[in-house]
């Protein structure tokens, strides 16, 4: 039998508190909820979640699309802010200190073009190694740019169940890094078939 898609429990926590709070203040009935919602994510409402336990990756996608749609009124932007927020705790929390090129913030513009791509390459694996944790599907891969030579891309294979939402946090996140030194929407992504999707650069770092 096939592994069920799902995503750590840490992804979903703010979600399910944020819907919490939604029901509690009125802002969204039970019954829309449970318009919306599987008998399965409805559970979770009720439970604790805990951050090391695995969910399924359409409970994330439906929480997070309702939450879209009634707090971010439809945005994707909401999304994108969510993930940006969470990739700014991860770097207080840390990761920041990891981080050859966040780390060396202060040589930055002293470092060759060369050196800073380099370093910024570093980063990124290092990043894009939470998607291990995080999911127990898909495989990210960090890659220098073929059309760009001073920008790198991000190549999701196996992402036939990697939601759109999820694209949209995850393009947060990861620009999370680059507004730490004023280069804020410095990534996009999109989905290029059904299971490859790609973050690519907009501009160099």
């Known amino acids: ?3 069920k898609p799902c995503i750590k429990g840490t992804a979903i926590t703010s979600l399910v508190e944020d819907m919490r709070k939604l ?3 009125g802002k969204i009935s039970q019954r829309d909820i449970e318009s ?4 399965e994510d409805l559970a979770l409402l009720e439970e604790t979640v805990t951050t090391s336990s695995w969910y399924d990756i359409h409970s994330y996608r439906r ?3 309702l939450l879209r749609d009634i707090e971010g009124e439809g945005r994707d932007e909401y999304v994108r802010e969510r993930g940006r927020a969470r990739g700014q705790k991860l770097i ?8 050859e090129y966040l780390g060396r913030s202060r040589v930055r513009r002293a470092m060759d073009p060369k050196a800073r791509f380099e370093a910024y390459g570093k980063d990124l694996k290092l990043l894009v190694t939470l998607s291990q944790s995080l999911l127990n599907f898909s495989t990210w891969k960090v890659l220098p740019d073929p059309d760009h030579g001073d920008r790198y891309r991000i190549e999701v294979h196996d992402a036939a169940d990697f ?6 946090s995850s393009e947060g996140l990861i620009d999370a890094m680059a507004e730490l030194h004023g280069m804020s929407g410095l990534w996009s992504w999109e989905r290029i078939a059904p299971d490859f999707v ?3 650069m907009l ?3």
Do not use: K, N
Not at 92 to 99: A, D, I, K, R, V
């Open 23 to 25: 029901l509690s203040d």
């Open 92 to 99: 207080e929390g840390g990761l920041y200190q990891q981080m």
């Open 163 to 168: 939601p759109d939402v999820l694209g949209w």
């Open 1 to 3: 039998m096939a592994q």
């Open 63 to 65: 929480l997070t699309e």
């Open 203 to 205: 501009r160099p770092a």
């Open 198 to 200: 790609v973050f690519r």
């Open 36 to 39: 919306r919602l599987t008998a």
